[in-house]
């Protein structure tokens, strides 16, 4: 399969796919069976052997577990070791798709996601017709968890790529870091990667009966300290196997890795798959220091609940200071009764029937700055203001009759003033009406930006009077 799809449209299957193994944890065997789901869909996993076949959304909301995997619950029903699943969808490109199981946790195969990778490639993915929405990041988001030694952070970046460290004071690991570049490179960097455990949780998980479908084949075992016959006895009567071995390297059965540094891949993998519970496709570059499942889910909330802050707020209008403006100065004095000093939009850059951006490039030279604040200079609040309602008064003159008009300020509400604006900052002035204009009377809620920062915002009434 070609990888090099196109990351600003959303894709899905081209058509179902099924396999089947056993869980980890539970040692049931269970049938997976991914199908083909509409934009905007993302992943959801649908118990299809519970009464009324409950969908689970795949959502860091909904996690309930991190105990050696990821498992989510949505009333009542559970979903386990997920992260596998949703790390080959994410480094294959598919956005949405119904993932339907026949019992509680996803088959283990061979603790990689090579065995979806590679059933995804067979059938393909399909381009659909709609965007891909990208949340890029303004700042650092940083999560840290002391007592585990945990640092996890996203980075602002034109792209999603991971970096991982690993430090277990293994004599056997060592200390490993993994890259991850481009999600392209997943299928054949990261997904054949396996899942990792060191032999003393191994015998607690089996003193706990926690891994009645482990295999030797489908984990490495990280043997950290020499080996009884006994121990190598009760593994293989564990595993169903004549004999256990351990290697000179220190891994269980003589296994040979896939990768030098496999286990901090299979981290990597685990990152992919874990922060798939954002729920949004994120640009950021990941930096993760001895990452696991719970550390993982608790950045994925954080992201989660910044992009949501975000979606709350008025995003920036984009400008570009190389195109043509569809007001100069010359026609914005032709259209408003202000002139210099007092004329405080330079240009409008956007114009529809329902909203405008204009544009204020603030100079050390104003001529307010001369007693407002000498030696500190900043902008008057209510200077930005007046530059908010002069830009909305172009657009509200232009849905008038021709004409020239005067606008006289009735009320302003709501006013913030969030950010300073100083000299060398370029205001970007959106006004965008709430209501139609009716006898002359116009509401709009007004912005200041500089840069993609949010300054000034308030609610203006203004009435449009023709002159005489």
Request: net charge negative.
């Amino acid at each position: 399969m070609d990888i090099n799809f196109n990351v600003d449209k959303q894709h899905t299957l081209v058509s179902p796919i099924s396999i089947s193994g056993t869980g980890l944890h539970t040692g049931e065997l269970v049938s997976m069976i991914l199908k083909p789901a509409e934009p905007g869909t993302g992943f959801r996993f649908q118990r299809t052997d519970l009464p009324g076949t409950p969908v689970i959304k795949a959502d860091c909301d909904l996690v309930t577990s991190t105990d050696r995997g990821t498992t989510l619950e949505d009333k009542g029903a559970k979903v386990s070791t997920v992260e596998h699943i949703l790390a080959a969808l994410v480094g294959m490109g598919v956005d949405n798709v119904l993932i339907e199981l026949d019992g509680q946790e996803v088959p283990i195969i061979d603790g990689s996601s090579q065995p979806f990778t590679d059933l995804i490639a067979q059938t393909g993915v399909a381009e659909q017709d709609a965007a891909k929405v990208w949340y890029t990041l303004d700042d650092n988001i940083s999560f840290t968890d002391e007592n585990k030694r945990v640092e996890i952070m996203a980075l602002p970046s034109s792209s999603y790529k991971i970096t991982t460290l690993i430090d277990f004071n293994s004599p056997v690991l060592g200390t490993q870091h993994a890259d991850l570049k481009n999600i392209m490179d997943f299928q054949t960097e990261i997904a054949p990667c396996r899942t990792f455990c060191f032999l003393h949780e191994l015998e607690m998980l089996l003193d706990n009966d926690l891994i009645k479908g482990g295999d030797i084949n489908n984990a490495i075992v990280v043997v950290d300290r020499p080996v009884t016959a006994e121990e190598k006895d009760r593994l293989a009567k564990a595993f169903g196997r004549d004999n256990i071995e351990v290697k000179s390297e220190g891994y269980l059965n003589n296994l040979e890795l896939r990768f030098p540094n496999e286990p901090a891949r299979h981290k990597l993998l685990d990152i992919v798959g874990d922060l798939a519970l954002i729920g949004y496709p994120v640009k950021a570059q990941i930096i993760a220091s001895r990452p696991g499942h719970n550390a993982n889910v608790a950045f994925a909330k954080k992201i989660k609940q910044i992009i949501r802050q975000k979606s709350k707020t008025v995003q920036a209008p984009a400008y570009d200071p190389n195109r043509p403006p569809l007001y100069n100065a010359q026609q914005i004095e032709a259209t408003l009764p202000h002139r210099y000093p007092f004329l405080l939009v330079d240009k409008i850059i956007e114009l529809t029937d329902k909203h405008i951006t204009g544009i204020k490039n603030v100079t050390f030279n104003e001529p307010f700055f001369v007693g407002h604040f000498p030696g500190n200079p900043i902008m008057p609040g209510v200077l930005q203001i007046e530059a908010l309602a002069q830009t909305g008064g172009i657009l509200a003159i232009n849905a008038l009759p021709q004409g020239k008009y005067d606008t006289y300020f009735l009320k302003i509400d709501n006013c913030k003033f969030k950010k300073m604006v100083v000299p060398g900052d370029t205001m970007i002035l959106r006004m965008e009406l709430t209501s139609p204009i009716r006898r002359g009377i116009c509401e709009m809620n007004g912005t200041v930006f500089v840069g993609n920062k949010v300054c000034t915002e308030a609610t203006l009434t203004a009435q449009l009077v023709k002159q005489q």
